[in-house]
């Protein structure tokens, strides 16, 4: 019973091919799921939970505007090195002092890093305290990129990671770039919707929007304010109950030439 327990401890914590796909994907899935919030750090945080959950731990950079450096925007490793990590104050790191950055910044190519805390160790000797608490990883580098340039990295860590996943995390970053555009993109439009929404609500003039047989579809703030009715009332009722019934006959004859495109007479009908 206890090699059965070993053995199957063992197997939860090799990584295969068809789980890091799968995770991917997931992972793609839940940041469409959040498309329309333009925060790029729950973007983050969906592809960092969903790393670790198979062991995997990863750090996302950004290049800075002079693309001399890159800043860690998110980490995710297990909790104590986190922790240990926060501790580190890190701004900007140069491109040039990390080989593996340098050659996926200039080449746009993915990378694999056999035994990457050692490299990490050279590079940055005054994380050492810090590099030594991890045990040895390799990891793979991607670069973010967006028209043709690029605009940051991520980095994933883990000793099951091999030559053979680089065309996965290739994708993945494609896709998260892509996943990121679209996100920010559908936050424009849903912003842009609600500032015509808020521009229509409260213009200073009455506006509505009939069907072609006089049934109103749309009706801002401002007219329905004025005729004294919630606007929810007005929708689905045709304009003419809201005219004078005096003036309602005028009003059908003026509307009949409007939908049928004929000149309307330049006489003015009642406030409605």
Known sequence: MKIASKTKKIKHLIISPGDLKI???????????IKGELD?????????EGLIKIKISSVISIIDEKKENFIIRYIKLNEKQRADFLKIKIEKIPVKKFKQYQIAFEKKHTLFCKNRISQLKK????????????????????????????IGFIEIFSKNLSE????????FSQELVLRITNSILFYEVKKSEERYRELWDNAPIAYHVLDNKGIIRK?????????????????GKSIFEFI????RGEARERFRLKIS???IPKKEVGQI
Do not use: H, R, W
């Open 164 to 171: 053979k996943d680089i065309d996965l995390v290739k994708d």
């Open 261 to 263: 495109g004929q000149k």
């Open 23 to 33: 995770t991917l994907d997931l992972i793609l899935s839940q940041i469409e799921s």
């Open 219 to 235: 009706v801002n703030k401002t007219e329905a304010t004025i005729l004294g009715y919630p606007q929810e009332l007005m929708i």
């Open 123 to 150: 590079c940055l000797p005054e994380l050492k305290f810090f590099l030594n608490k991890i045990k040895e990883n390799n990891s793979i580098i991607s670069p973010l990129i967006l028209k043709k340039e690029v």
């Open 244 to 247: 004078l019934p005096e003036q």
């Open 40 to 48: 790029l750090n729950k973007i983050f945080n969906v592809v960092g």
